[in-house]
């Protein structure tokens, strides 16, 4: 059979999808919480100190999700050869979410069977299974519920290619996946390409998170034989691998606890991993030299990690990652110059290999699979892929452009099925957002047939107002927040109203200059008593109270708004002011004292105000917090503190050290 790129619908029981939040993130990413001097290399050291913003704006956040699900129709992108079929969710960050070797059947990724946000990313919302590709900074990126572009182009030969492509806004970079299944091919191919077009050097990350099933036979195993290890509890530690105190560690399903493990693999050893079964079969991933790093994480199968499990995927559908980075932890990010590209080839594919030897020794497990790699994708055969990739499309640029303008596109549906004769002209599969067309307009990002953005649209038309005007029009609630020295040098020269005070405020804290942020703010509350404002210069609070004051101040100037609501909350409890955050509660409607979040505040003032009766009456009717975060406590304490002699039931318990 010849190459098929086809549009398909995945059926699929799913939570809706969360729509942006009204409050960006003011917060950035913090600092590792251990000293870089432990980094045995030179440039780990400094890859660990460098890059974290100091906030992850223009995003905001997305956690209006629910765990309620009903049966969801969702646009899906495949490619298929004779050997593998992949789909892709373009709806949701480019998602790889399932790699069906055909002539076996067999699913090699995790192929999560419901769509359920929890709160993993940046922004909040993420998603469980497949491969997920991750730009941005330490942690699951902002466009991961998030539509990308897509069209259709042609390899050299005539093989469809998908390309999904955005601009990402925090840093600035435009980034594009291209994906393709040669003819009788036994891997998907991949190729990945960051571009900063600015002309200054931006920090950036990248890890492609694969999620495959675990069970009590998988050995994960790559070109190592030393990891930097994160148990969730301590320091990031240097440690042999997979020998451990507790056991051989490439067996995850093991371990009560969930780990990190980064792979130090030697400089000039080929990069690859691969979770393999008792069988000595599953997938491996492998890639050009630019992708360094290659990580294990495992959520243990202690009580909390077989929760979180449940939470994320639901019953019997437990998994782990097998990950791929451009350093060698994710706790780095590194310097993308000014004008620069980089861009690498990743392959996905089933690998067999002697089953004897996969589960023998650590050495003849390594040779055993490296031997079949090459075997199954020879390296050279990479290299030979990147180069192909930089071909992509050269036939597709309409030689007649329209005069001022990119060149034309067609419209979804417009195109051929792919291979040769396709149109001359990219089909558009999917859109993304208008961020990207409005930097095209701003001219700080190159006009691309190859990548077209499209137009603006109505989140974006603000600002294209301040592109063409000088002013920034003003509404209730705010524009969409933006960065970028453009953008901000249009303010500095404008802004003399609350609403262009407040955005001048957010770009010049996106630069750090929390000095210059609060001026702005003071000044948009001078102009007129606004929430947001108000909340932002919470963030800039000298001290608890402080905060708790003005973010109070903000909830009492938009009281319906419920991300509102729950920062007030927090910001009491944080300052230890529990009676009135109990007031506020009291004070708030049905629908909002009923909300997960809100509930766990209660309860945690009524503990903090020795009201033990209403914690034990709030526990027993059940408080289920959608978007209980990562790593967050507090269901677990809060029963311990009430039921001291009590076991934590299933359902709040999320430890992830081993429980």
Not at 54 to 81: A, C, F, G, I, K
Request: hydrophobic share 40%; with cysteine.
């Amino acid at each position: 059979m010849t190459t098929e790129l086809r549009r398909d619908v995945l059926r699929i029981p799913g939570a809706a999808d969360p729509a942006a939040g009204r409050l960006p993130i003011l917060h950035g990413i913090a600092r590792p919480g251990f000293d870089s001097a432990v980094a045995p290399y030179p440039d780990m050291a400094r890859n660990l100190d460098y890059g974290r913003p100091p906030t992850l704006l223009p995003y905001t956040t997305q956690d209006s999700y629910t765990r309620e699900r009903t049966d969801r129709e969702l646009p899906t992108l495949v490619l298929e050869n004779e050997v593998l079929t992949a789909t892709f969710l373009p709806d949701h960050g480019g998602r790889l979410w399932s790699l069906v070797h055909r002539p076996t059947g067999r699913e090699l990724l995790h192929r999560n069977p419901i769509l359920q946000p929890a709160n993993l990313a940046l922004r909040d919302a993420w998603l469980a299974g497949g491969v997920e590709w991750n730009l941005g900074g330490t942690g699951h990126w902002p466009l991961t519920c998030e539509p990308l572009h897509a069209v259709r182009l042609s390899a050299p030969d005539g093989t469809p290619v998908l390309r999904m492509y955005e601009f990402e806004r925090m840093r600035r970079v435009v980034m594009t996946v291209d994906a393709w299944l040669p003819a009788g091919s036994p891997t998907l191919l991949v190729h990945v390409a960051l571009h900063n077009p600015a002309e200054t050097p931006t920090p950036v990350y990248w890890w492609s998170n694969i999620a495959v099933p675990q069970s009590a036979d998988v050995r994960v195993v790559a070109p190592a034989e030393r990891a930097f290890h994160f148990d969730y509890t301590a320091q990031l530690k240097l440690i042999d691998f997979p020998a451990g105190t507790s056991g051989d560690q490439s067996y995850p399903a093991r371990f009560p606890a969930a780990a990190d493990f980064f792979m130090d693999i030697p400089a000039g050893e080929r990069r690859w991993i691969a979770a393999l079964d008792g069988n000595g079969s599953g997938l491996v991933q492998t890639s050009t030299d630019r992708l360094i790093g290659r990580k294990l994480f495992q959520w243990g199968v202690g009580a909390g990690g077989r929760r979180w499990q449940e939470w994320l995927s639901g019953p019997d559908a437990e998994y782990i990652e097998i990950q791929a980075g451009l350093a060698r932890t994710q706790l780095e990010h590194l310097e993308l110059p000014g004008g620069a590209t980089w861009e690498w080839v990743e392959a996905y594919g089933l690998l067999e290999a002697d089953a004897a030897a996969v589960h023998g020794t650590w050495e003849e497990s390594r040779g055993a699979v490296a031997g079949a790699l090459e075997r199954l994708v020879p390296r050279a055969s990479l290299e030979a892929a990147l180069g192909e990739a930089q071909r992509f499309g050269a036939a597709a640029v309409d030689s007649r452009t329209p005069a001022g303008g990119a060149p034309a596109v067609s419209e979804p549906g417009a195109g051929a099925r792919g291979g040769a004769g396709a149109s001359a002209v990219p089909e558009v599969l999917h859109r993304g957002s208008g961020w990207g067309a409005l930097e095209v307009a701003a001219d700080a990002v190159s006009t691309d047939a190859l990548r077209p953005f499209g137009s603006c649209d109505a989140e974006q038309q603000p600002w294209l107002d301040l592109l063409q005007t000088k002013r920034l029009p003003s509404s209730e609630p705010p524009a969409s927040p933006i960065t970028g020295p453009l953008w901000r040098s249009l303010l500095e020269a404008s802004a003399d109203d609350w609403h262009a005070l407040y955005h001048l405020g957010l770009l010049r804290l996106a630069d750090d200059d929390r000095d210059g942020a609060r001026e702005a703010w003071t000044r948009s509350l001078a102009d007129r008593p606004n929430a947001w404002a108000q909340r932002a210069l919470a963030h800039l609070a000298a001290s608890g109270d402080e905060r708790a004051d003005l973010t109070v101040a903000a909830h009492r100037l938009q009281p319906d708004l419920r991300e509102l609501t729950i920062e007030a909350l927090q910001a009491l409890l944080a300052a230890d002011r529990a009676a009135e955050a109990l007031d506020l509660i009291a004070a708030s409607s049905v629908a909002d004292r009923e909300h997960g979040r809100i509930r766990l505040y209660h309860a945690q003032a009524a503990l903090t105000t020795g009201d033990i009766d209403q914690v034990r009456r709030l526990l027993d009717e059940g408080i289920t917090v959608d978007n209980l975060q990562e790593g967050e406590a507090s269901l677990d304490l809060l029963w311990l503190a009430a039921h001291p002699d009590l076991p934590v039931p299933p359902e709040y318990d999320f430890r992830m050290s081993g429980s």
